[in-house]
């Protein structure tokens, strides 16, 4: 191995060592060569605390990564018309640039892992549909608000008023199904797009957007709000607040109040069954 040599003198003299049979002759310093030991990078044992830390750290880290990756899937739809359907999560519409319809899905419950997203043209619509595995759907956002039934085609479309509107299993959503599961959407709506959004339970809120618009649910609410276009709004069971609108508005609901001011346009229809308008 790599070494150095060291020079050894009488103590206190400084003087070199010499041979004693020969004291008159200068003998050679005696050398000895011995391993060199570099200490700048010896690595100093971890204590038990720092490597908890460490390990915690490097968990929550893979965690992160893992939820980012995860957390959002985007999907792009393209046409001059174009239909949503999601039986339970929370939606929101806003502009987007562009002409394609931009769609954030972030999944949500135990069995969120068993969702599908499906794409495709359906009559003369280009769709995105969340397929559900399920007839008896728990989200837990309902809480006490009681169920909602509803009949759902095999394709994931459903409540959209054509004539084949009473074909499909039926399907039950509450707060105590058996599979828990749901979807919350991000829309961005490009200028003068005309998109349909269907949603069975949860929440329906349009920001902003220039289109032409309607936003069907089962049992939700709705809001709107600076909205510039022709708009229909139709629940069976859920409130409808809806301001600074420009267009034709036209707002129904089954069960539910309404309420709507600074609205400018050619006209305004409300209809509510049950509830203060």
Same mark, same amino acid.
């Given at each position: 191995?790599?070494g150095?040599?060291?020079d050894?003198?009488?103590?206190?003299t400084g003087?070199?060592i010499?041979?004693?049979?020969?004291?008159?002759?200068?003998?050679?310093?005696? $050398?000895?060569? #011995? +391993?060199m030991? @570099?200490? %700048?990078?010896?690595r100093?044992?971890?204590?038990?605390p !720092?490597r908890? =830390? *460490?390990?915690?750290?490097?968990?929550?880290?893979?965690?992160?990564?893992?939820g980012a990756?995860?957390a959002?899937?985007?999907?792009?739809?393209?046409?001059?018309?174009?239909?949503?359907?999601?039986?339970?999560?929370?939606v929101?519409?806003?502009?987007?640039?562009?002409?394609t319809?931009?769609?954030e899905?972030?999944?949500?419950?135990?069995?969120?892992s068993?969702?599908?997203i499906?794409?495709?043209?359906?009559?003369?619509?280009?769709?995105? $549909?969340?397929? #559900? +595995?399920?007839? @008896?759907? %728990?989200?837990?956002a309902?809480?006490?608000?009681?169920r !909602?039934?509803? =009949? *759902?085609?095999?394709?994931?479309?459903?409540?959209?008023h054509?004539?084949?509107?009473?074909?499909?299993?039926?399907?039950r959503?509450?707060?105590?199904?058996d599979f828990?599961?749901?979807?919350?959407?991000?829309?961005?709506?490009?200028?003068g797009?005309r998109?349909?959004?269907y949603?069975?339970?949860?929440k329906?809120?349009?920001?902003?957007?220039?289109?032409?618009?309607?936003?069907?649910?089962?049992?939700?609410?709705?809001?709107?709000s600076?909205?510039?276009?022709?708009?229909?709004? @139709?629940?069976?069971?859920?409130d409808?607040?809806?301001r600074?609108?420009?267009?034709?508005?036209?707002?129904?609901?089954?069960?539910?109040?309404?309420?709507?001011?600074?609205?400018?346009?050619?006209a305004?229809?409300?209809?509510t069954?049950?509830g203060?308008?």
């Amino acid at each position: 191995s790599e070494g150095t040599e060291a020079d050894f003198h009488l103590a206190g003299t400084g003087e070199p060592i010499r041979d004693g049979a020969d004291s008159g002759r200068r003998q050679p310093w005696a $050398r000895i060569s #011995y +391993p060199m030991v @570099d200490t %700048r990078h010896r690595r100093q044992p971890m204590s038990a605390p !720092t490597r908890y =830390r *460490v390990a915690a750290l490097g968990s929550t880290v893979l965690l992160l990564v893992a939820g980012a990756l995860h957390a959002q899937e985007r999907y792009e739809v393209s046409g001059p018309h174009v239909a949503v359907y999601d039986l339970a999560g929370q939606v929101s519409l806003t502009p987007a640039s562009g002409s394609t319809v931009l769609v954030e899905v972030t999944r949500g419950g135990a069995d969120k892992s068993q969702l599908k997203i499906a794409q495709g043209p359906i009559g003369e619509r280009a769709t995105l $549909r969340v397929l #559900y +595995p399920s007839d @008896d759907i %728990r989200y837990p956002a309902m809480r006490s608000r009681g169920r !909602t039934e509803l =009949r *759902v085609r095999d394709d994931g479309t459903f409540d959209d008023h054509e004539a084949r509107g009473r074909e499909g299993r039926r399907v039950r959503i509450s707060d105590h199904g058996d599979f828990e599961a749901y979807a919350d959407l991000a829309i961005g709506v490009p200028e003068g797009q005309r998109l349909d959004v269907y949603l069975g339970v949860g929440k329906v809120t349009a920001t902003n957007v220039h289109g032409q618009l309607r936003l069907d649910g089962a049992g939700a609410d709705v809001t709107a709000s600076g909205v510039v276009g022709p708009l229909r709004v @139709d629940v069976g069971s859920g409130d409808v607040r809806v301001r600074d609108l420009q267009g034709e508005v036209s707002l129904n609901t089954g069960s539910g109040d309404v309420d709507a001011t600074s609205i400018g346009g050619d006209a305004l229809r409300i209809d509510t069954g049950s509830g203060d308008a």
